[in-house]
Structures are given as structure tokens and as C-alpha cells.
């Protein structure tokens, strides 16, 4: 099939035909269009065809299908939802299932471009989206996931997130210790721990239920710690930020747990090399954090009075000189001998 003016006729004709080999054909084709073409091409009522392709049980179909859909989403919001419209969601889902990387991968890139879309957030979620993403990121899920798959199931989970109203479903789903248990497995410094520690800070700060059961997680105060101390600076920022409102929630409780896990000296390096946001979070942790003299597990008493005396010390930096040279390097000298 070769480019034409009419190109984008061609390939409709061609789709509407309902012969497979012809539809194949024409589905990759697509992304040779221009956007003026492709936005011709979706008013012609090609997406019902190509979402019946998907439903096919040969490979080739339905990879032609889903690049297709793929090229007409792309920077186009009344495509995404024209998409959405014609049922393309429980199609997607289904191919998710198959145990061929290749149409797996193909499937997340097509659903998450459409979840980047907020008319069709809803249409996602109730079709059990969140379910099975989630499933797909438990560890114990017999398919292998490669690393781009989980990057893509995170950036999904993350559109998803930002609708009030899939919140619930989120914590409904029982998703929330497949996420815990990703980010405890991954490395604090990566991409993928950078990610889904923003999820998890999306899904905690909107749902107390949430908050609690993932405070209540075996390990989730030294995850949080560790990723304070070792994660990229915006995983260090999400995870204070986490931090703070679960000792927000119950200061009593899980202040000591904080202090146990050695948090402080991660907190301060924050409270003065970071965000502003990240800053602040650190900051007001640190208030919470401050009066280490109960609670704490017991140590030589002249030890545990030379620390607090340091801390405060610190604190007295960080509220009255800002992030001036010399305060941070102060500070950072103060910090390295509280890791003492």
C-alpha cells in the first residue's frame, strides 16, 4: 500500500473490509500518517475494526491492532476517548493475559496512554484495571515482568490515582503490599523505587484506611528509612513525605519506631540539601522527631545526651541560618557524627 494523498481513504476501506490480511496491512500503515491524517482517519469509524482485531487469536492482528491504536492516541485527547468508547479497555485487558511479552508490553503502552486521559479514568478502573494491575506487579505472578513492563504498570497506576474517586478501588483492591513489596525489593536509587514511591505517597495521603495498612506493613518504617538515606532526591522527598504522615497519624507509636530505624541523620541531610518540599517535610518530621529524650531505646545515658544536644544543635542551624554554606556544612559535620 503505497502513500497517496488519500491515504488515510485507503486504509479505511481497507480496515472496514473485514479481511484480515487486508486489515494487517492497513493497521501498520497507520503510523506513516500525519496527525491531520490520523485524526481523518478515526472520524471514519476504523477504531471499532481495529478493536476487533484485537480480539483475534493470531499475533499478528492483534500487534497490528494495538500499534495502530497506539499511533492514533498519541497526542490526541478525543482519540483516547473515542478509544476508550468503542471498548477498547476489556480487549486491552485480555491481551494483557497473554503470555507473549511482546503483545504484553504493547497492551500497557495502550493502556497507559489512555489512562493519561481523565475522561476515560473512570471506564479503566471499572473495568477491573487496578485489579490485575496490581496482580501483575506481585512479585509471586508466574509471567515475567521485564523492567519497562513495571515502569508502565507504575505510570498507569499513577494516572489512576490522581481521580478521588478510583482511590477507594485502589485500597479495595488489596494491591497496596504488591507496591510495598516492590519498592523493599527494588534498589532505593532506582527509577522503579522513584516511581512507585510516588504512587504509594498518592495512595496514602488520599486514604487514611490506606495510611494505616501501610504502616501496619512488616519492614515499612526501615524501607521508608532507607529510602531516605539511599533513594534519588525525589524518592528521599516521597518517602519523608510518607514518613511524616504516618507519624502524623500516631505520633506516640510510631515516633519511637522512626528514631529506632536511625532516621535522623537522613533527615537532617534532607532538611538542608533537597526541595523545598522536600525540606519542608523533612523539617516537619524533624518537630515531631525532636524530643528524643522518651521513648527511645535504652543507651549510655552520656551518649544518648551528647546526641540530643547535637541534634538541637542542628535544629538551631537549620531554623535560624536557612541553606547558607556554612549552616549545611555545619550541619553535615553534625550529621556524620550522630552516624557515629
Same mark, same amino acid.
Given at each position: 500500500?503505497?502513500?497517496?494523498?488519500?491515504?488515510?481513504?485507503?486504509?479505511?476501506?481497507?480496515?472496514?473490509?473485514?479481511?484480515?490480511?487486508?486489515? %494487517?496491512?492497513?493497521?501498520?500503515?497507520?503510523?506513516?500518517?500525519?496527525?491531520?491524517?490520523?485524526?481523518?482517519?478515526?472520524?471514519? *469509524?476504523?477504531?471499532?475494526?481495529?478493536?476487533?482485531?484485537?480480539? #483475534?487469536?493470531?499475533? &499478528?492482528?492483534?500487534?497490528?491492532?494495538?500499534?495502530?491504536?497506539?499511533?492514533?492516541?498519541?497526542?490526541?485527547?478525543?482519540?483516547?476517548?473515542?478509544?476508550?468508547?468503542? *471498548?477498547?479497555?476489556?480487549?486491552?485487558?485480555?491481551?494483557?493475559?497473554?503470555?507473549?511479552?511482546?503483545?504484553?508490553?504493547?497492551?500497557?503502552?495502550a493502556l497507559l496512554i489512555l489512562s493519561s486521559?481523565?475522561?476515560?479514568?473512570?471506564e479503566i478502573a471499572a473495568c477491573g484495571a487496578?485489579?490485575?494491575?496490581?496482580?501483575?506487579?506481585?512479585?509471586?505472578?508466574?509471567?515475567?515482568?521485564?523492567?519497562? #513492563?513495571?515502569?508502565?504498570?507504575?505510570?498507569?497506576?499513577?494516572?489512576?490515582?490522581?481521580?478521588?474517586?478510583?482511590?477507594?478501588?485502589?485500597?479495595?483492591?488489596?494491591?497496596?503490599?504488591?507496591?510495598?513489596?516492590?519498592?523493599? &525489593?527494588s534498589e532505593k536509587s532506582s527509577e522503579l523505587?522513584?516511581?512507585?514511591?510516588?504512587?504509594?505517597?498518592?495512595?496514602?495521603?488520599?486514604?487514611?484506611?490506606?495510611?494505616?495498612? #501501610?504502616?501496619?506493613?512488616?519492614?515499612?518504617?526501615?524501607?521508608?528509612?532507607?529510602?531516605?538515606?539511599?533513594?534519588?532526591?525525589?524518592?528521599?522527598?516521597?518517602?519523608? #513525605?510518607?514518613?511524616?504522615?504516618? @507519624?502524623?497519624? @500516631?505520633?506516640?507509636?510510631?515516633?519511637?519506631?522512626?528514631?529506632?530505624? *536511625?532516621?535522623?541523620?537522613?533527615?537532617?541531610?534532607?532538611?538542608?540539601?533537597?526541595?523545598?518540599?522536600?525540606?519542608?517535610?523533612?523539617?516537619?518530621?524533624?518537630?515531631?522527631?525532636?524530643?528524643?529524650?522518651?521513648?527511645?531505646?535504652?543507651?549510655?545515658?552520656?551518649?544518648?545526651?551528647?546526641?540530643?544536644?547535637?541534634?538541637?544543635?542542628?535544629?538551631?542551624?537549620?531554623?535560624?541560618?536557612?541553606?547558607? *554554606?556554612?549552616?549545611?556544612?555545619? %550541619?553535615?559535620?553534625?550529621?556524620?557524627?550522630?552516624?557515629?
Amino acid at each position: 500500500m503505497g502513500l497517496s494523498p488519500n491515504m488515510e481513504a485507503a486504509i479505511a476501506e481497507a480496515l472496514l473490509s473485514g479481511e484480515r490480511e487486508a486489515q %494487517v496491512l492497513a493497521a501498520r500503515e497507520i503510523g506513516k500518517l500525519t496527525s491531520k491524517q490520523k485524526q481523518k482517519l478515526a472520524e471514519k *469509524g476504523v477504531i471499532s475494526s481495529l478493536i476487533l482485531m484485537l480480539h #483475534a487469536q493470531d499475533y &499478528e492482528s492483534i500487534e497490528a491492532g494495538l500499534f495502530a491504536l497506539l499511533n492514533l492516541a498519541f497526542g490526541s485527547e478525543r482519540n483516547k476517548v473515542r478509544i476508550a468508547k468503542c *471498548g477498547a479497555i476489556p480487549a486491552i485487558l485480555k491481551v494483557l493475559q497473554w503470555h507473549n511479552e511482546t503483545l504484553f508490553e504493547l497492551a500497557l503502552a495502550a493502556l497507559l496512554i489512555l489512562s493519561s486521559c481523565s475522561a476515560n479514568k473512570p471506564e479503566i478502573a471499572a473495568c477491573g484495571a487496578i485489579q490485575l494491575l496490581f496482580e501483575l506487579l506481585d512479585s509471586q505472578f508466574p509471567q515475567i515482568i521485564s523492567h519497562q #513492563a513495571k515502569l508502565d504498570i507504575i505510570s498507569t497506576l499513577q494516572n489512576l490515582s490522581t481521580s478521588p474517586q478510583i482511590i477507594p478501588q485502589i485500597v479495595l483492591s488489596g494491591g497496596l503490599i504488591s507496591l510495598i513489596e516492590l519498592i523493599y &525489593e527494588s534498589e532505593k536509587s532506582s527509577e522503579l523505587a522513584e516511581k512507585a514511591m510516588a504512587l504509594l505517597e498518592s495512595i496514602v495521603s488520599s486514604s487514611e484506611i490506606a495510611l494505616n495498612q #501501610a504502616s501496619e506493613s512488616g519492614g515499612m518504617i526501615r524501607m521508608l528509612v532507607e529510602a531516605v538515606e539511599e533513594g534519588t532526591a525525589a524518592c528521599k522527598e516521597h518517602a519523608a #513525605a510518607i514518613l511524616l504522615l504516618i @507519624c502524623r497519624n @500516631c505520633r506516640d507509636r510510631y515516633r519511637v519506631m522512626i528514631l529506632r530505624e *536511625g532516621a535522623m541523620p537522613g533527615l537532617l541531610q534532607l532538611s538542608v540539601d533537597s526541595t523545598r518540599r522536600g525540606r519542608e517535610k523533612a523539617k516537619a518530621l524533624l518537630l515531631l522527631l525532636r524530643d528524643c529524650s522518651n521513648g527511645e531505646p535504652s543507651s549510655p545515658s552520656r551518649i544518648k545526651h551528647s546526641k540530643k544536644v547535637m541534634m538541637e544543635e542542628v535544629m538551631r542551624q537549620i531554623d535560624g541560618e536557612g541553606r547558607g *554554606g556554612t549552616s549545611i556544612q555545619m %550541619v553535615e559535620e553534625m550529621i556524620a557524627k550522630l552516624r557515629t
